[in-house]
């Protein structure tokens, strides 16, 4: 047999390699071709691998957005410890629950929703929410200047109500398109309904959210539950589409026009996707294994944020508790993998009996809200109603994280460093997500030998001690890092008694990121980071 000459090897390999490469990210994550991968198979149980963690990028552009501590991906070596964080539950919760007659019928209350959708509009200055009114009835709308005190304004659409739908609807999404050029789609709501076979997508268009046009799309059979999101990365459609036989899990199928498609013939032609795995721990009273019930997701500063509702069974609960689901984390960096690192209910159910997220805890379309130096999350829960209507008597609730606060690197009293990866941007000046109030922060940058750059040392480094979301790092002397405009390099992070939650490189002396924002949130007038600390003082006049 023939040695095939090592030179000869390397070519032929990397002709296959550059056939088979596909798109490559703001990241520098290189796709495969064809995407999404068609060869994806759900092992039952199993984790799915993540391949860019494995196989980072040599080199991580971050000029898109605050550059998070979620995984490894960023992060070559370190000696602090990464700490993920649970939302903290509103203590004024309910912030919006059934007061109207037209959201109670037979089956209970309800004024929740179930995906729909909770936006801040910079056109407006208003936080707005689609929601369900009555048990999957009809789909109503309520306003709020403050994210905390909600209005149900009188329409013209069911006269005297805010009833902005009517119609049966099972999971529901809307989205504030701000990258939309067309005014009239500037709102578009997808409606769940059932029929003959199953579930299908209905889309409809709006101007302003309230006056919806006749359907201008119905897909074909999907699972119930099915919801849909904006990937703002790769400019793409994603249809999060729950499956139909077998334990609950989601397909995949992504268009970049809505109307032109392609669409499925069948749930089989979407590539599956993710679902639970042996890493999502039972419920001790259900001893059931966990599945996964829908997943929302969205663009946040530089990775998709994904909302897993997880289903943990619903045989041997008390007589009329609704369904006791959770609401957990993951990321993905590239848009169709998902990292789930922490498996504890981000967001999850009362125990207490009667409670009003006693139970079905879920997610709202568009996630979360960017309101000052925290995140709002809005979400639906269940109280049920006695055996025959344990799934009603719906309501919502807010939760808050900090901003940026799913995870940190946290260093106790010795001095602990993070080592980055090369990376490269074309801004100048380094800001940080930082909490070392009684701490202290420095920040230097390496050559590819790891040489400190001079003036860019850690001694340099005037040393932050502050607990701000926003916080910029200087050093004495010339601290513009324009000169370092792409070229590969990377930082060290020296850290003591604090938590580092992020880091970004911007032009911007306003901090902004240009990364996006979920949801939008007050100050800001797109679905990105453009405007820094004004984004900041925005939210300080909400109080």
Not at 108 to 135: C, E, H, N, R, T
Not at 374 to 400: C, E, I, Q, V
Request: proline share 7%.
């Amino acid at each position: 047999m023939k040695t095939i000459p090592t030179i000869f090897l390397t070519l032929l390999l990397g002709a296959v390699t550059s056939a088979s490469a596909g798109e490559t990210l703001y990241n520098g994550i290189q796709l495969p071709s064809p995407w999404p991968p068609t060869d994806m198979v759900l092992k039952t149980g199993e984790p799915t691998p993540v391949p860019y963690l494995k196989d980072p990028p040599a080199v991580i552009p971050i000029d898109v957005g605050r550059q998070l501590f979620v995984d490894d991906f960023l992060i070559e070596s370190t000696t602090l410890q990464r700490v993920h964080h649970l939302a903290e539950i509103h203590t004024g919760n309910p912030i919006l629950k059934a007061d109207q007659p037209w959201e109670t019928d037979r089956k209970g209350p309800m004024a929740m929703p179930f995906s729909d959708g909770v936006w801040f509009d910079p056109k407006d200055q208003l936080f707005k929410m689609w929601y369900i009114a009555g048990y999957l009835r009809q789909t109503a709308y309520a306003t709020s200047r403050d994210g905390l005190h909600w209005e149900k304004p009188s329409l013209n659409v069911k006269a005297g109500t805010n009833v902005v739908h009517v119609g049966g609807r099972d999971s529901n999404t809307v989205w504030l398109d701000s990258e939309e050029t067309d005014p009239q789609r500037r709102f578009k709501m997808w409606t769940m309904t059932g029929g003959k076979g199953g579930f299908r997508y209905v889309l409809r268009f709006s101007p302003d959210g309230i006056h919806w046009g006749d359907p201008v799309l119905q897909t074909a059979i999907s699972g119930d539950r099915s919801t849909v999101f904006w990937n703002p990365f790769r400019k793409v459609w994603v249809y999060s589409l729950r499956t139909t036989t077998g334990p609950r899990a989601r397909r995949y199928w992504e268009v970049k026009d809505l109307l032109a498609g392609p669409q499925w013939e069948k749930i089989a032609d979407a590539v599956p996707w993710t679902g639970s795995d042996r890493l999502d721990p039972m419920r001790d009273d259900l001893k059931t294994t966990p599945q996964l019930y829908n997943v929302d997701a969205v663009g946040y500063e530089s990775v998709m944020l994904g909302l897993f509702s997880i289903w943990h069974g619903d045989k041997n609960i008390p007589p009329g508790r609704p369904k006791p689901n959770s609401i957990c984390v993951g990321y993905s960096r590239d848009g169709f993998h998902w990292d789930r690192p922490d498996r504890r209910p981000f967001i999850g159910v009362s125990e207490n009996a009667g409670d009003w997220n006693w139970g079905n805890v879920q997610s709202a379309g568009g996630c979360c809200l960017v309101v000052g130096d925290r995140l709002w999350f809005y979400f639906s829960g269940r109280a049920g109603m006695g055996p025959k209507n344990h799934d009603s008597n719906g309501a919502t609730g807010l939760a808050f994280l900090r901003r940026d606060g799913f995870a940190s690197m946290d260093a106790g009293q010795s001095e602990a460093v993070l080592t980055t990866r090369r990376v490269k941007f074309s801004g100048n000046r380094l800001f940080v997500n930082l909490a070392a109030a009684s701490g202290e922060f420095r920040a230097e940058v390496l050559d590819k030998d790891n040489k400190p750059i001079a003036p860019f040392t850690a001694e340099n480094c005037q040393p932050l001690q502050l607990d701000k979301t926003l916080a910029v790092v200087t050093w004495t002397g010339p601290a513009d890092l324009s000169k370092l405009s792409g070229q590969p390099v990377k930082f060290r992070f020296h850290l003591k008694n604090g938590a580092l939650y992020a880091f970004w490189v911007t032009p911007d002396a306003s901090g902004a990121s240009h990364g996006y924002i979920a949801a939008g949130g007050p100050g800001f007038t797109s679905n990105r980071d453009t405007v820094g600390t004004k984004g900041y003082d925005a939210a300080r006049k909400l109080n």
